[in-house]
């Protein structure tokens, strides 16, 4: 299975500039896709095929990437971010998640 | 507006079977692959399988595939999955999704729209 890591926690200062990263074990092309959890509440859905802004989500946040290494980047950051931020791929199978990194607002 | 809501989900014994439902509705569930996700308390994301628009595609991920059957009723726009030898590893809130299609295309593997998840705790 493909492995997906992502450093497990960040803490920033609203108004600041994060950028969260996802190393895939091996190539998945640009099908990494990036989910928003909020404490208590299902996934959502915020960028899809490494950068396409998913309808909705505001433009501070944005992907990029392609192969094994891709970056979820927000800016700037606000107190409502707080959340777990997981990346998944769908380039091999099975889809595989990363294990999320928890986002902190200072 | 698109709402995915689980049910079916409770308190298990070990050994025994479950079948969840996700009741769709604000979309045209015939035209959209579904999946299923879980995630054990206080840990991340794990995809369980999807299944495509008329059934004749269903994809598990290999460690399941013997103890997960997932299946939909287009006509109840109703998607489910039966589970059974559960354990206690299966304790997790288990959400259904629907894939992403703009009307064009589909994005295997993206999932745009979540139900709130089911709960299921497997204990003696």
């Known amino acids: 299975d493909t492995v997906l890591t992502q450093s497990p926690a960040l803490a920033v200062s609203p108004g600041e500039r994060v950028t969260i990263s996802c190393r895939a074990s091996?190539?998945?092309?640009?099908?990494m896709h990036w989910y928003q959890q909020k404490p208590g509440q299902q996934p959502t859905l915020l960028i899809y095929?490494?950068?396409n802004l998913e309808s909705g989500v505001p433009a501070r946040f944005s992907g990029s990437g392609s192969g094994t290494d891709f970056t979820l980047t927000i800016d700037p950051v606000e107190a409502d971010d707080t959340a777990t931020y997981y990346c998944q791929q769908s380039w091999n199978d099975p889809l595989t998640f990363g294990s999320g990194t928890k986002l902190e607002i200072k | 507006e698109v709402k995915l809501v689980e049910s079916g989900g409770g308190l298990v014994q070990p050994g025994r079977s479950l079948k969840l439902s996700c009741a769709a509705s604000?979309?045209?569930?015939?035209?959209?692959?579904m999946g299923w996700v879980r995630q054990a308390p206080g840990k991340g994301l794990e995809w369980i399988g999807e299944i495509n628009q008329d059934s004749s595609t269903i994809n598990y991920t290999p460690s399941l595939k013997d103890k997960f059957t997932i299946s939909r009723d287009n006509a109840q726009n109703t998607l489910y999955l039966q589970m059974s030898k559960l354990g206690s590893e299966d304790t997790a809130i288990y959400y259904c999704a629907s894939v992403y299609y703009d009307g064009t295309y589909y994005y295997e593997g993206v999932m745009d729209a979540w139900g709130q998840g089911a709960s299921v705790t497997v204990s003696s």
């Open positions: 095929l490494a950068s």
């Open positions: 604000g979309f045209s569930f015939n035209d959209y692959w």
């Open positions: 091996e190539s998945v092309s640009t099908l």
